[in-house]
């Protein structure tokens, strides 16, 4: 059997390697098939990312399709059941890197379009399609920029579709309307080196540091709301000591970081660990990184229109969710855009052997074309 336009699309994205910064021409390839459409490219190239705008009309209400090319490395390629950038359908799935995280996502905008445009060649509004090759990376020459440059131009989006994978079980199951914030904290606490048999010589950053962290990872930061969980602390690198056993080590680092809700801020978490370091009598320097700031798209034009195509599409509900890692909707819903994410099932994702239902990549393009549809006919 012939394959559809969507899954052929995906397999030609999948095979071009774009590991992060790397697009690899995954937007050359899109571009080709959005410009027939009438959509006009204009290439945003920020330090070594590849950015694309295309937009088709000049009109609002701005509807946004946003994602990336870039994936992450494949590790061990010996593990792999198929090679990771020779996409390969096998008993009805899509294998390769960026199959579910976020390439069938991309292939499904564009089939979407091309059918909605068929049908309805004068929508209400405009469509643009906003593509990085850094979302998997540092995101600072991404979408963070693309959205600078539109708002130094006037360029104002109303609704945004991030193709992010947010199913769990079912496709449509899940969709994001929101993310937590992010905060980093890179940690370094000063003793003194020493003998281990002479511990009145020496200071022990570890002993020193472990009734802090020990409060820290028992502290309640809040109780989340109705649309966010509890944020959450969480150590994810500890290193000290010198490779000997009997050597008290000079420095402790650790690394950690708080997925949080709008219940606190980021000021508000800062101030809370400097406190409890100083309060425990640390010598210490601290880091802090904020990766992104909570956002919030709650039930309404857009957030309705995705549950009810959902529904008609796939025949199930579906439900709200906050949940997860960071998205590049933390760098559009600032700028007063309703966003959303609704893409494949996440189960596979950054994993060996990354996979996607061939069938639901069809039906993924079929929502996408049915949300076009209630929102711009």
């Known amino acids: 059997m012939a394959a559809s336009p969507t899954l052929s699309l995906a397999q030609a994205l999948i095979a071009r390697p774009s590991v992060t910064p790397c697009d690899a021409g995954c937007q050359d390839l899109l571009l080709e098939r959005l410009q027939p459409l009438g959509f006009r490219g204009e290439r945003l190239r920020f330090g070594e990312v590849d950015n694309l705008w295309a937009r088709r009309g000049e009109q609002g209400p701005l509807f946004v399709f946003a994602g990336h090319t870039d994936v992450v490395p494949p590790g061990p390629l010996e593990q792999w059941r198929f090679d990771p950038f020779t996409p390969t359908v096998h008993e009805g799935r899509l294998y390769g890197r960026g199959a579910a ?5 991309l292939a499904a905008m ?18 643009a399609f906003l593509l990085t090759s850094d979302e998997e990376g540092p995101a600072v020459d ?4 693309v959205v600078e440059t539109l ?59 472990a009734p802090a962290l020990a409060e820290l990872c028992a502290r309640q930061w809040d109780s989340g ?6 944020t959450t602390f969480q150590v994810s690198n ?11 080590p000079p ?27 100083q309060r425990h009598g640390l ?23 995705v549950r009810a195509a959902v529904q008609e599409v796939t025949g199930r509900p579906c439900t709200l969710s906050t949940d997860g890692g960071t998205s590049d909707g933390r760098f559009i819903a600032p700028t007063g855009a309703q966003v959303v994410e609704l893409g494949p099932v996440n189960a596979t994702i950054h994993k060996i052997d990354e996979h996607v239902s061939v069938a639901d990549l069809d039906t993924l393009s079929m929502l996408y074309e049915r949300i076009l549809i209630k929102l711009l006919t």
């Open 101 to 105: 995280d976020m390439k069938g996502s």
């Open 110 to 127: 564009v089939t979407a379009c091309e059918r909605f445009l068929a049908a309805h060649p004068r929508p209400r509004g405009s469509i």
């Open 283 to 305: 010598d210490y320097d601290l880091e802090w990184k904020l990766s992104g700031e909570p956002f919030l798209t709650p039930p309404g034009e857009l957030v309705d229109t």
């Open 251 to 277: 420095a402790l680092e650790a690394w950690f970081n708080f997925r949080y809700s709008t219940q606190t801020s980021a000021p508000r978490l800062q101030a809370a660990v400097e406190e409890c370091l």
């Open 225 to 230: 709301n109705a649309h966010f969980p509890p």
């Open 238 to 248: 500890l290193h000290a000591g010198t490779g000997a056993d009997n050597v008290i």
């Open 142 to 145: 991404g979408t963070r920029k």
């Open 151 to 209: 708002q130094g131009r006037g360029e104002r989006i109303d609704w945004c579709l991030v193709g992010e994978p947010s199913s769990r079980e079912h496709l449509g199951d899940v969709i994001k309307n929101g993310r937590r914030g992010s905060l980093g904290g890179r940690l370094v606490v000063r003793g003194v080196q020493g003998h281990v048999a002479y511990p009145h010589l020496a200071r022990n950053p570890i002993h020193l540091f």
